[in-house]
């Protein structure tokens, strides 16, 4: 096997001199884009998404749609407006190949758009992709009408035997391990003839925002969707069938890519204003304003951003970060250098994610001289004087972004393939450099 280079490289983690002081621009949200791009290769009209997020997820996503027929220009608006992906629709057809990555939005979220296709669609990805959950979108689809080849496991790889069109109706699925089998089914739902049923029949269901989203760009593209929350059962979302309209949507930045920056406000006392922070959002980065004050800092929304001030002192915190997972590594890099314990709670899924999230950051951490034990569903983190050292990142971008956290307030701090954060925030070295103001 050959090694990339990139892999073994490592970064040396800008230590904080001082408080920060910066405005940080984030790219757009890897969640609203792939939605998107799902929603407008699904619509009868073409859309446009502007200030796209381009990192490797966003761009998979849009290679995929490509193969199966969708045609996707990009250009650069007038003053101001940025980048934009214009999506013109077409039917969609294979044979194709697609390339998921380490994608959980292109793996769950393309083969319900696969059996819509007139043909064969292929999925393969990452090594890692093939150990993560894809059993609930799988057993669904079949369920649901659709004619799909694995190797037996419910995972990648796999073939999609697209007919064209899909039956649907009602199914019951157990989300417990991943809520974007929910989102999956939901976004191609109403594409499907007689639209869908989703009901989860398994123990919690993570990442409910992320859920909301998916329900929420639905409707926003003229889907008619009942959930728990319009008076529908519990566990229950139900998509009528219909044509979907063409967007122009213009994309809000990425609230947990932001999670580094104000994690360096609250670790060195200091202020970083995210310019266009949504005042109404269902992204589940918007927690942070929440947990980040109760850790010790404070902010103010303004019309121009947030504004999110470190006051000196990082305070643990006990909390179950069941809904907003994806911000676990970013909060366990805090609360390792916090002046009191923590105990993170609700994510037992993140075994389950890029890498072992609950595993690696108990190691990492550790390794720096931390001192974290993993439970049965978190983490407990009791602060100890961290020392400099290699913090391995597992092809995991939120690990890489942890470890910078914990950098600007150990020296010696050496980040392992700070290039994986590519997955969903490829400027996230020079935003970080900058920010410091090197
Ligand atoms: O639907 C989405 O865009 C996401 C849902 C969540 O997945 P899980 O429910 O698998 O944790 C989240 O962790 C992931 O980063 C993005
Ligand atoms: C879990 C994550 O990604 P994915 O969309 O691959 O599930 C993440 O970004 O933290």
């Not at 446009?48 to 849009?62: G, K, V």
């Not at 220009?73 to 940025?82: C, D, L, Q």
Request: charged share 20%.
């Amino acid at each position: 096997m050959t090694v990339n280079p990139a892999h073994t490289a490592l970064w040396p983690a800008p230590h904080a001199s001082g408080a920060v002081d910066a405005t940080v621009h984030v790219p757009g949200s890897k969640s609203v884009t792939n939605r998107a791009l799902v929603l407008a290769a699904l619509a009868s009209e073409p859309g446009w998404l502007r200030r796209p997020l381009r990192s490797r997820d966003t761009l998979l996503m849009a290679e995929a749609l490509r193969t199966m027929g969708v045609e996707i220009e990009e250009g650069v608006g007038s003053e101001g407006t940025g980048e934009f992906w214009r999506v013109i629709p077409a039917g969609l057809r294979g044979p194709a190949t697609v390339d998921v990555g380490n994608a959980g939005t292109v793996m769950r979220f393309l083969p319900p758009v696969a059996t819509l296709a007139d043909g064969t669609v292929r999925f393969d990805g990452d090594p890692r992709s093939y150990e993560r959950p894809l059993h609930g979108v799988i057993d669904a689809l079949r369920a649901l009408g659709a004619r799909i080849d694995d190797d037996g496991r419910g995972a990648l790889p796999m073939t999609v035997h697209g007919g064209g069109a899909l039956e649907g109706g009602p199914v019951e699925i157990d989300a417990s391990s991943s809520s974007q089998f929910v989102s999956a089914l939901l976004l191609s739902g109403p594409r499907f003839n007689q639209g869908v049923e989703v009901r989860h029949t398994g123990s919690a269901l993570p990442s409910m925002p992320h859920i909301r989203m998916t329900v929420d760009m639905l409707r926003a593209v003229g889907a008619q969707v009942d959930t728990p929350e319009s008076g529908g059962e519990p566990n229950v979302w139900r998509v009528t069938p219909g044509a979907l309209l063409g967007r122009d949507l213009t994309i809000e930045p990425d609230l947990s890519n932001a999670q580094p920056f104000l994690a360096a406000a609250l670790v060195t006392g200091g202020k970083v204003v995210i310019p266009d922070w949504p005042s109404r959002t269902t992204q589940p980065g918007d927690r942070l304003r929440e947990i980040f004050t109760e850790m010790g800092g404070s902010c103010e929304l303004t019309d121009y951003g947030l504004v999110f001030t470190g006051s000196g002192a990082v305070r643990g915190i006990d909390v179950d970060l069941g809904e907003v997972g994806e911000l676990t590594p970013g909060i366990a890099a805090v609360a390792a250098l916090a002046d009191s314990p923590s105990t993170l709670r609700g994510v037992a899924h993140l075994r389950l994610h890029e890498t072992d999230r609950l595993a690696a950051l108990t190691k990492e951490i550790n390794e720096l001289g931390g001192d974290v034990t993993e439970t049965a569903d978190g983490l407990h983190i009791r602060p100890r004087r961290l020392h400099g050292g290699v913090f391995h990142t597992y092809e995991d971008h939120r690990m890489a972004t942890a470890g910078a956290i914990i950098g600007l307030a150990v020296e010696g701090v050496q980040i392992e393939n700070v290039a994986t954060t590519a997955k969903t925030l490829p400027d996230f070295p020079d935003l970080w450099t900058g920010m410091l103001g090197a």
